[in-house]
Each structure stands twice: as C-alpha cells, then as structure tokens.
Nanobody
Framework: QVRLVESGGGLVQPGGSLRLSCAAS????????MSWYRQVPGKERDLVAT????????SLPASAKGRFTISRDNAKNTVYLQIDSLEPEDTAVYYC?????????WGQGTQVTVSS
C-alpha cells in the first residue's frame, strides 16, 4: 500500500528553521514528482513546492521562494522541505503528495507551529 509519512514538525520560535521529511513506500518513489502542501484550518490547502522525480527541477510559488527549499533522496525514498526564517504565518499542517494514474495520495501531515 502507498504510504507517505511526514515528520519533523513541531513548535518553533519565529526566525527558527525546520526540516520536514516525508518517507514514502509502496510505490516506485524515483519515478514520481513529489509536492509539499500546507493547510490552515478553515482555509484551502496550498502548494508549497514541487520537485521532479530525479530531483533535477523544482518549482515553488513566488511566496515560497527564498525561505523554502525542497529536495529528495531517492536512495532513502524521502522528500524534504527545509523552512528557514519561520514566521507565525507559516503555522499549518504540512502534507506531502504525489499522483499516480488518476489517484492523488496524501500523507497524514505534520504540524508546524511558529510562536514565541
């Protein structure tokens, strides 16, 4: 079965950094582009970053460029999201995602809370 398991979230102070991980299993990880999304309760789930299957290309919305870095290690079946200079507005549940055929798969999410 496809599994996407996020980790690395937690409570951090503004200006801090986190590296989120998404461990994948149940599919050929290296064949698929992977994405990170985030969602605040009551709001839509927004795209944060996407990385190509081989890691050679990344795509981030303008709002995420600069403080967010997506990377992957296909040998470990893991995709990462590095967040620097965290702001309270970054508080959200962060999800990893990929699409296989017509099905979109989501992890369970990891909570990031930025507060002083």
């Amino acid at each position: 079965q496809v599994r996407l398991v996020e980790s690395g979230g937690g409570l951090v102070q503004p200006g801090g950094s986190l590296r989120l991980s998404c461990a994948a299993s149940g599919f050929t990880f290296s064949s698929y582009a992977m994405s990170w999304y985030r969602q605040v309760p009551g709001k839509e789930r927004d795209l944060v970053a996407t990385i190509s299957s081989d890691g050679g290309s990344t795509s981030l919305p303008a709002s995420a460029k600069g403080r967010f870095t997506i990377s992957r290690d296909n040998a470990k079946n893991t995709v990462y999201l590095q967040i620097d200079s965290l702001e309270p507005e970054d508080t959200a549940v962060y999800y990893c995602r990929f699409r296989r055929w017509g099905t979109i798969y989501w992890g369970q999410g990891t909570q990031v809370t930025v507060s002083s």
